[in-house]
């Protein structure tokens, strides 16, 4: 009896030591989290110089250790024939650029606001002559927080910027509805595109309750104000009122798919279907199969290419914050028995 009383006194304090440092993790985190959202650089790295250092050390490491230096000798000639060759500020100035962003999206497109910041910084600077790249990846999410990030690629059509959309993996859902804000889709062969569909499910366990006599009182203002419950009785009344709000949503997404890709038989392919890349180019989906990497050394042949990314500052706090939320989640792994002393994940 006693080594019973034991055993629950030591799990009620490990409990305890181990709520109390997820805590302060906690704390740490979400002050690392500000830190990073008030505190962000904007990362621009020149991609045809990137690419150019690459091929060097490529055709350098494939040389005989004997031809090495006269490859050096080579690259110093095209390094003073590219001096010699240089354009003058204003033909600088007229050259145009590509400007490449990434989203990378999850189910509450969390990526929107910081999307939103680097598309204001490009809209400053860009001319008419400059063209941006939006590698897309993205299966969707909650309808408002993709029609914001939508909105985002619309002002830069809005400026007057030709926007070439690139889709490697997937867009679809939401990822489609920002996809088709683009002059160009771009996807790979076996991307997924399409799912212009709009899908909603909510669990009910009221008859669970009922069974066990447990009442719940829900109380509105406004006929419509709760339609579907997860607790109360669902009606037959408000789930009409639900699946007409679902199709208004639709039509909405249909509507706003059609107004920027005309050509497409939208009530044929608004059904939440999905397309491999290959599948959706002769259904007008997309304009042009290829990967995104592809396109954009092709364009550095004609354009300087630059990335933009808005990324918090390497602080002391966001460091510790995050390594000390990895060695808590460690601990309590450890004090609960899923991890052993040497950090094997027991099964």
Avoid at 114 to 135: C, G, K, L, M, Y
Avoid at 206 to 229: C, F, N, Q, S, W
Avoid at 241 to 253: A, M, P, V, W, Y
Avoid at 310 to 328: F, N
Wanted: charged share 25%.
């Amino acid at each position: 009896m006693s080594e019973w009383i034991a055993d629950i006194i030591t799990f009620l304090v490990q409990t305890t030591i181990v709520m109390a440092l997820l805590g302060f993790g906690f704390v740490l985190v979400a002050r690392a989290k500000q830190d990073q959202d008030n505190d962000l650089k904007l990362h621009i790295e020149p991609l045809n110089e990137q690419r150019r250092h690459r091929v060097r050390r490529l055709r350098m490491a494939a040389t005989l250790p004997a031809a090495r230096k006269k490859l050096l000798k080579t690259f110093r000639h095209e390094d003073k024939k590219r001096q010699k060759a240089k354009k003058s500020e204003q033909e600088a100035a007229q050259e145009p650029r590509v400007w490449v962003l990434d989203f990378h999206g999850d189910l509450k497109a969390s990526q929107a606001e910081h999307f939103a910041q680097e598309v204001s910084a490009i809209i400053e600077v860009a001319t008419q002559n400059d063209e941006v790249v939006i590698r897309l990846e993205s299966a969707g999410g909650l309808v408002h927080a993709y029609g914001l990030a939508a909105a985002q690629l619309d002002r830069l059509r809005t400026a007057g910027l030709t926007t070439t959309v690139c889709i490697d993996k997937v867009a679809a859902s939401g990822g489609y509805l920002m996809a088709c804000t683009a002059q160009h889709i771009k996807a790979a062969p076996f991307a997924v595109i399409g799912s212009i569909g709009v899908v909603a499910q909510v669990p009910n366990i009221h008859r669970l309750l009922k069974r066990h006599d447990i009442d719940v009182e829900l109380l509105t203002a406004g006929k419509y104000k709760r339609t579907l419950t997860v607790l109360g009785e669902n009606t037959e009344e408000g789930k009409a009122k639900f699946l007409e709000d679902l199709e208004n949503t639709h039509r909405l997404f249909k509507s706003y798919v059609a107004e920027r890709r005309p050509a497409m038989d939208i009530e044929t392919l608004a059904t939440g279907e999905i397309w491999y890349g290959s599948e959706a180019l002769p259904q007008l989906l997309v304009d042009s199969v290829g990967t995104s990497e592809a396109y954009l050394v092709e364009r550095m042949a004609q354009a300087r290419v630059y990335t933009v990314k808005l990324e918090p500052r390497k602080t002391v706090s966001r460091k510790l914050g995050l390594a000390v939320s990895a060695g808590i989640e460690k601990a309590a792994l450890k004090a609960f028995g899923l991890i052993d002393a040497a950090g094997w994940q027991r099964r």
